[in-house]
């Protein structure tokens, strides 16, 4: 009897202990200190921890660089060899006690985010309609929590925002800038920087200087046996749309080569010189447009040949000089075929392979391992790069066109943000994980739109951490979060607006053609029901806001299936125009509403209104 008592209270003492919690405010007054070194990526976590504990709850906690002399809970922020692997974190409570640690000095800022994310806040989006900070007296963190959360893609690299978002969202890397002030903050918080880009039509067009001076524009009339020759053997500029100047030079030609090497070396020293990657790519064509002169085509050289070639060259010179960071190239329309013949320099050591597979789509066709021709070929090529790169030194990096509306704007469910579908995502990102790519990058214009809501970026981003995500849990968390109480409305809704706007528009057999228009019509209702969802917020203008946005976004969906519609049934061109001018209207009569809520800046709304519907206007209807 007595042993049982005592078991009995050896579990209540134990339940007590589990259930209790680490106080950091309690009714609006500080009740923990954060211990954090003065300097770096540390300091600038303890900053942001302090700032949205503000905010939440009206206290701000002290920070000091030492705790010895603490008296009361704190929240230590340090850095420990061995705490997680690679940038990742590690997120601890006790008895007075929350730790947040990493191996690497940045890694302090994601777990410290993910502290705030403990504590109720959530950062799905740009503010202020994407980021949630709940109102709280009392603060405190569940004693025996226990994080570890380690990057599936070691580099992460943004597409959008500057430095504070792009480390509140979890990458690891930010674009580079020679601004001195941004610089310096850029090191506070701990990121890396790159820079990259269609840099060859500049390299011939104008010469860059070792000791920085501006650059000047090229004059090659005293140099004609620079400039690459046709098929009929004449010596001339090959330009393209991107590149006025031409595309290239006669590479076989050793004064032509040695400048565009050193020109590109004194590029890479003008524009960003302490950068951590730098990729240069040819120009953004289809096809590397190269000299067919003899002595360049009896090499036999295909032309990621020389594209490789060239880009030895660059980086031996730019080791010679000095460079520190790493330096890359990509396998994109000309250059997507691995080399036949050239070998990477020191087996591609601090070099990294950007794998762009543009023309795929996007995932337009499922994920990339399905048995659909497009994506079959893709697969095919990987492992053609794989066996290229079969004693490779350096990394790979994925370049993806997820949300590219350059790519899906003509397709219902790509202009309005449904491709590719998070669980085609989480599918593909598994599968470049095993094929070695350890990089990720999403190419995806208009880049600052997070229209109807965050929810699909969100999803990308944490895919970048775990790609053993579980999508069903990560929605579950945004729509109760972002919605509040209309989360089951919306997401009814949204959910039904998605299944509608991938189902194929099709005439019924033996049935008149208006038939062929119901999806169209419900999806004019459902967008009546998000009314039930306003009703259910009150006053909240921030829960409000939200609702507005997603009612405009089914209102989109709405006429971009009407737009098919007339491409599909009734092929009324006259139709067809005044739907796509009623888009750009929508859009442009919301422009400043859209804008305010931070989901898409103007260049996104005016690319909405503008370059998709125009798209859309001659591609389908016959003219703008």
Known sequence: MVSAILLAMLVVCATAMAVGAVELVRNGKPRATIVAPSEGPPSYAAEVLQRYIERMSGAQLPIVPDGRKVKGAKVIIRVRKGAAKLDGFRLKSSKDEVTIEASVPRGCVYGTYALLEELGCRFYGPEPLGVVIPKKKNLSVRVGLDILKEPAFENRLPSFGGPELNACWGFNFTGYSKDPKRQEFVKRIGLKTWRWGHIW???????????????????????????????????????????????????????????????AVNWVFTNCPDADYVSMWSADTADLSLCQCEKCKQRGWTPTDWYIHIHNEIWRALKARGFKGVFGWIAYHGSEEPPQQVKLLEDGREMDLLYAPRPRGASMHGPITNDHSVNTAYRENIQRWRKYLSDFKGTMTVFEYYFDLVLLGHLPAGRTFLIPKPEDMKEEMRFYLSQGFNGFFDCDPPSGSFFPDPLRKWIYRKLLWDVNLDIEAAKRD???????????????????????????????????????DRPIKRLRELETRLDEAIAKVGNDEILRQRIEVMKLWVRYCALAKESEYHVKITRDREKGRQVEQSIRKLFEENKDFLVKTGLLTEGDVRFLAEQVTNYNLSVYFGGK
């Open 201 to 263: 039509p500049q390299l011939i067009e104008y010469q860059f200087f070792a000791d920085g001076r501006p650059p000047v524009k090229m004059d090659y009339s005293d140099k004609q046996d620079w400039l690459p020759a046709d098929e009929k053997g004449v010596r001339r500029p090959n330009p393209s749309w991107d590149a006025p100047a031409g595309q290239s030079l006669c590479f076989s030609n050793p004064d032509a080569f040695k400048w565009f090497v050193e020109n």
């Open 478 to 516: 945004f729509f109760q979060n972002y919605y509040g109480p209309a989360a089951k409305i919306v997401r009814e809704v949204r959910e039904e607006v998605e299944r509608l706007m991938f189902e194929d528009i099709k005439w019924p057999m033996w049935s008149p053609a208006h038939y062929a």
